[in-house]
């Protein structure tokens, strides 16, 4: 195509709304699999806050395993930090999900996310999420429960010991 033939980019008739650039790039919303609105930043955090979840799950049956009494055990010190630092990163993606969502979480919510996070969690949910897309960050936060205590159990084998029972 010569230049004579070649549209203008100032030419009215070539552009539009569905028109892609003359260059033949995508412009950056259809190029982008993630929702409209979304921040590509809050999702990479909120998959290494879960990431650091099951390391630390990990890394816990491990030690439990190798300095404690097993998993089957008692409390230890190894454990409090763990539970500590998962609680960290816990709260760390909740603030991740607040900020995508817009929600912020009053002290007593917090505290009873610590107290009974069995039932705050998704009642969170409940009331970050519209009706219809409730469920499946429930059941995802029962599969992470159940997915950080594999975690524990395999660094427990890692770590020589019998995990086994615990599952």
Do not use: C
């Not at 010569?2 to 980019?9: K, L, V």
């Not at 404690?68 to 816990?90: H, I, K, N, W």
């Not at 999420?129 to 975690?151: D, N, Q, Y």
């Amino acid at each position: 195509m010569s230049d004579e033939q070649r549209p203008h980019d100032s030419d009215p008739q070539e552009s539009g709304p569905d028109t892609p650039p003359v260059d033949g790039t995508v412009p950056s919303a259809e190029a982008s699999a993630e929702p409209p609105g979304r921040d590509p930043a809050i999702a990479r955090g909120k998959s290494q806050a879960i990431a650091a979840i099951l390391g630390l799950s990990l890394i816990n049956g491990m030690l439990v395993t190798k300095f404690g009494g097993g998993l089957e055990g008692g409390s230890s010190p190894t454990d409090l930090l763990t539970a500590l630092a998962l609680f960290a990163v816990g709260f760390w993606w909740l603030h991740l999900d607040g900020r995508e969502f817009g929600y912020r979480r009053s002290p007593l919510f917090n505290v009873g996310i610590v107290l009974l996070a069995l039932f705050f969690v998704p009642l969170y949910f409940m009331q970050t999420r519209p009706p219809g897309k409730r469920l499946p960050p429930v059941l995802g936060f029962f599969g992470l429960i159940l997915a950080s205590s594999v975690a524990a159990a395999v660094g427990a084998m890692m770590a020589g010991g019998d995990a086994g029972a615990a599952l």
